[in-house]
């Protein structure tokens, strides 16, 4: 079973940056894609963002233009930098690893952006 290990998140105001980090607990094979999810209270968890292993990357429409994603594939690693966040962003985020057709899932970590 891969564990993957999230980092990063915290309390920050409106208009300032993080970055997520997510790495499994060992280097793994026949991963496909790579990302995160989001899920703040009393709403469904949603995709922010995507990464292929041939680097072809989507956003979702709440985040375009202010995150980008990268992986590094020699650690089986996922990054999220998030710039300008907004009260909206405020969620836990999710990173997963798709392999074989299944998603291994991080623990969550939880991002705050006060106004």
């Known amino acids: 079973q891969v564990q993957l290990v999230e980092s990063g998140g915290g309390l920050v105001q409106a208009g300032e940056s993080l970055r997520l980090s997510c790495e499994a607990s060992?280097?793994?094979?026949?991963?496909?894609?790579m990302g995160w999810y989001r899920q703040a209270p009393g709403n469904q968890r949603e995709l922010v963002a995507a990464i292929t292993v041939s680097g072809e990357t989507r956003y979702a429409d709440s985040v375009n233009g202010r995150c980008t994603i990268s992986r590094d594939a020699r650690k089986t690693a996922v990054y999220l930098q998030m710039n300008s966040l907004k009260p909206d962003d405020t969620a836990v985020y999710y990173c997963f690893v798709r392999r074989f057709g299944n998603n291994s899932w991080g623990q969550g970590t939880q991002v705050t952006v006060s106004s």
């Open positions: 060992r280097t793994i094979s026949g991963v496909t894609g």
